[in-house]
């Protein structure tokens, strides 16, 4: 069983993110190898979970606020996700660390809050183009686990990790598979050191139809988290096509 998770970002407003979804429904997926998720903006979040509510295709949030209720204008908190039917909340990717300016304790509040309120958290991790240069990459991911696993407890609550290269997000360069699966054996130990649960590792930046099966051909690798390509039918289609076909 592999993840897709579709992130859609800030690509589709709410007209636009039903269409997708109303079409997508309409096709034929063979979704007993596959684990299909979208994650919608918050608007359009309740009115997907209705549209998907008869299929095996879940719903997450892109981020969620760590408070479960209060004065926190603007902010959804991962229980009204919950609520409404989501299973899964993105923690920390990288847009909300470096476009938005979430630090790594941020982070670990949102995480908190997620297990708190019964989501799945998919964690994202991964290094800049400057860390990567520096040979950072590996200081960099384990920080910021070490950040967010600090003083946390799973409590039974399953863990995804997404590793999704700064550099490889919406660029077309995708990082190479071998790196991939060097980093998912890394980040796997070092998620080990902090709980008995075995966590899935998923890789997320510039995933596209032509190299998805790169990513899925070894174990290490549970999945993929995609951004631009699952915002348009035809090249989200043609991913889910090729993952069928594994
Ligand atoms: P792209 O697939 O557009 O590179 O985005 C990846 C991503 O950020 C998914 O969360």
Not at 15 to 22: G, H, P, S, V
Not at 103 to 131: N, Q
Not at 177 to 203: G, M, S
């Amino acid at each position: 069983m592999k993840h897709i998770f579709a992130n859609w970002k800030m690509y589709l407003d709410f007209d636009e993110t039903m269409i997708l979804t109303n079409q997508l429904l309409q096709e034929d997926f063979n979704l007993e190898k596959i684990n299909l998720a979208f994650f919608p903006n918050a608007l359009s979040c309740s009115e997907v979970i209705k549209a998907v509510q008869d299929s095996p295709i879940e719903v997450g949030a892109q981020t969620v606020n760590w408070t479960p209720r209060g004065a926190y204008t603007g902010g959804t908190s991962a229980e009204f996700y919950k609520n409404v039917g989501c299973k899964y909340a993105l923690v920390g990717h990288s847009e909300r660390r470096y476009v938005f300016g979430e630090s790594d304790e941020d982070t670990h509040k949102k995480l908190s809050a997620c297990l708190d309120a019964g989501l799945t958290p998919v964690l994202c991790i991964g290094e800049t183009k400057e860390d990567r240069e520096e040979g950072k990459t590996e200081y960099r991911l384990k920080k910021q686990l070490m950040k967010a696993f600090e003083n946390l407890e799973l409590g039974g609550n399953e863990l995804i990790i997404a590793y999704e290269p700064v550099w490889a997000i919406g660029t077309g360069d995708a990082c190479l598979p071998d790196e991939v699966f060097k980093i998912a054996k890394f980040i796997t130990n070092e998620v080990k050191q902090y709980f008995e649960a075995y966590a899935p590792v998923l890789y997320g930046g510039s995933v596209k139809a032509e190299n998805v099966v790169s990513y899925l051909s070894q174990d290490i690798v549970a999945g993929v988290l995609v951004g631009g390509a699952s915002t348009k039918l035809d090249t989200f289609l043609a991913v889910i096509k090729e993952i069928e076909n594994l």
